[in-house]
């Protein structure tokens, strides 16, 4: 991008703080939905950081799919189970969260060293694609990394299928469950008994 | 004020870190989710880094940016499936409360 520098790092600290800051209240924040919405400003910065980087395709990508896709399914799923819980307290949760920040910051600090003493080696030619990474995307997905492409549209349609057939209810006809055969192998398992009856039951009820 | 490769590199440790506090320790399923589509951005923009500043020729960083937005899209469906039947069958979306496979 043809910016001047200081415009960049003015944008950078800018994107910066509002996805830090996001990120904090997607994961501090009680309220779900206020998560949700949060994480949606983490992905939108995400992407003001993919431009910044000379990447235009990719953050076209990432708004698309991010943004417009992942973001609103999570919105449909705490939709889906809108329950407000107050969840049973567990003692000593502070000893737990105590040290998993204690480790989430050595964690940080290790990886913060290991950036700041690596010697990079960054590229110092002024070759920058800019317009023409698209073309290049393109020419890497039909040439080298064909096979992965491929892979993924595979993987794509795997996933459709297994989350419908994951949560679709499953309506079984009075008339076709045995009634003597299967039913105490189920009833082995608590959950598989409960979604007969209960789910069955419902349906029956709201149909008619 | 000359933008470096490390700013990018610590802003994505940054969230990572912060995406794996909130993998372990939230209590609702969906968070979870949430946090590990965070884990997932912070790996992205490590690899556009490494594309812009490393190698902006061929930019692989980018072509695996991609695969990896596509194998998070359908991860993040398959999980909220999953979150999905789960609570239909729990009733509760707790995950202290998910001990089923616990002896």
């Known amino acids: 991008m043809d910016l001047a520098q200081g415009v960049q790092f003015v944008s950078f600290v800018i994107l910066s703080v509002m996805m830090i800051g996001s990120a904090l209240g997607v994961v501090l924040l009680n309220n779900i939905v206020y998560s949700a919405f949060l994480l949606g400003g983490v992905f939108i910065s995400m992407a003001g950081f993919y431009l910044l980087l000379n990447a235009d395709f990719v953050a076209a990508a990432q708004i698309l799919v991010y943004v417009g896709a992942v973001n609103v399914l999570i919105l449909f799923a705490i939709m889906l189970v809108n329950k407000r819980e107050d969840f049973k307290p567990i003692t000593n949760r502070w000893i737990r969260q105590g040290a998993t920040a204690l480790v989430c910051l050595g964690l940080f600090a290790l990886l913060g060293t290991m950036v700041l003493v690596t010697p990079w080696s960054i590229y110092s030619g002024t070759a920058v694609l800019g317009e023409g990474s698209v073309v290049e995307i393109g020419k890497h997905f039909f040439s080298d990394f064909l096979l992965p492409f491929e892979l993924a549209s595979v993987l794509l349609l795997m996933a459709m299928v297994g989350a419908i057939i994951l949560a679709r209810r499953d309506f079984i006809p009075e008339s076709l469950v045995p009634r003597d055969t299967s039913e105490t192998e189920y009833s082995t398992l608590p959950e598989r008994q409960r979604q007969l009856t209960s789910v069955g039951g419902e349906s029956q009820k709201s149909t008619r | ?103």
Do not use: H
């Open chain 2, 1 to 103: 004020m000359e933008l470096q490769l490390q700013y990018f590199l610590l802003l994505a440790a940054a969230l990572f870190c912060l995406g794996i506090y909130g993998l372990i320790t939230s209590r609702n399923a969906v968070r979870v989710l949430m946090s590990i589509e965070l884990l997932l951005n912070a790996v992205n923009l490590n690899l556009m880094g490494f594309s812009n500043f490393i190698d902006p020729i061929g930019i692989k960083g980018q072509v695996f940016t991609v695969f990896v937005i596509t194998v998070a899209a359908a991860e993040a469906a398959v999980g909220l499936a999953i979150v999905l039947s789960i609570y239909r069958n729990r009733d509760t979306i707790d995950m202290e409360q998910f001990n089923l496979l616990k002896w």
